[in-house]
């Protein structure tokens, strides 16, 4: 719990206001955050033009820019850092294929450890576009699918950042996969 102490108090600082505080607390997270960047570049196409660390620098950018942050833990902070990183990525992929919107699209595994967009940024805009339109409508289970499947948080970090229960958490994260698998069958191939 002491290598938690200066974390918290640096989230807290930065909270108030302080922007120093976060480049006191990225060297401390650096590692997470790098390994958050490796298993979204490991994802993407070969040859992507981003690479890991320059998609951590990219997010710190991004996250120093944030007003008013609430960050309650390091798990709230990272899932929040495995966000603007998919939006970086999403970014990217929504100006390298304007127009393309899934055709030709490959069936995925909704599951963190399958990557699901490697080679193929218009399932990443796909995913994104679902995405937003469960957050739309359940903004619980698309934070928590979020944190699952891009940052990679387990059930208990989840848990720890929303306050749910551990079985409410899963509960909720094989609801939204469910729909999001709904959601996305029109835009991906049918099986052979």
């Known amino acids: 719990m002491d290598d938690q102490q200066p974390i918290t108090l640096l989230l807290r600082r930065f909270a108030d206001g302080e922007k120093e505080a976060l480049d006191q607390l990225v060297p401390l997270v650096y590692s997470e955050l790098q390994r958050l960047a490796d298993h979204y570049i490991r994802n993407e196409r070969p040859g992507h033009t981003l690479q890991p660390t320059a998609l951590v620098h990219e997010a710190y950018a991004r996250l120093k820019k944030q007003e008013n942050p609430d960050y309650r833990s390091r798990a709230h902070f990272l899932g929040t850092a495995a966000h603007v990183m998919r939006q970086i990525l ?61 940052g990679g948080l387990t059930a208990e970090e989840s848990a720890e950042v929303t306050g749910l229960t551990v079985p409410e958490v899963r509960r909720e994260l094989r609801l939204g996969k469910a729909w999001l698998r709904r959601e996305l069958e029109p835009v991906m191939p049918k099986s052979q």
Do not use: C, Q
């Not at 990217?92 to 599951?111: D, E, I, S, W």
């Open 90 to 150: 999403i970014d990217h992929a929504r100006r390298r294929n304007t127009g393309k919107r899934g055709a030709g699209a490959a069936g995925f595994p909704l599951h963190p450890d399958h990557p699901v967009t490697a080679g193929r940024p218009e399932i990443l805009i796909a995913i994104d576009d679902a995405l937003l339109a469960l957050a739309a409508s359940d903004p619980a289970k698309a934070r928590l699918i979020e944190m699952s499947y891009f």
